[in-house]
């Protein structure tokens, strides 16, 4: 699923799985700018992309994640998940494991980006930077 509509929308995405996706560039099952998207009860696996492994968004967006796992996807940078750009990231109830990036976070990467995580469980995760995280700001 990639969305990159030219007005702001809201997307839902429910009891869905997601498994071995892949993009070149962002995001291998979801990449998404400019439309707020919600996700319960997903399960994102060996998905890849260069830039977040599962999902990629930026832009001024929200991305609500609730009761979701994602297990063994890869990329480059964010090996399950990339937040950039004024992305506001919400995260309830969420299992990571066993992502990997090749350069950073193992599991999610933010760039000029917000994070909130309640009740999140983060497990094995690897990067040759920041096994879970790398939060930057420019």
Known sequence: LHSF??????????????????ADS????????????????VAFSNNTSENGGAVFGEGSLTLEITDASFINNSAGSGGAFMLSTNV????????????NAVIGAGAIFIR?????VDGGQFL???????????????
Do not use: H, K, Y
């Open 5 to 22: 509509p030219t007005r702001r929308s809201s997307d839902l995405i429910t009891d869905s799985i997601f498994t071995s996706n892949e």
């Open 112 to 116: 000029d980006a917000s994070l909130t």
């Open 26 to 41: 962002f995001g291998g099952a979801i990449g998404i700018s400019a439309s707020n998207l919600m996700c319960t009860n």
């Open 124 to 138: 094995e995760s690897t990067a040759r930077l920041g096994g879970c995280f790398v939060m930057l700001s420019s």
């Open 88 to 99: 506001t990231g919400v995260f309830r109830n969420t299992v990571f494991r066993g992502n």
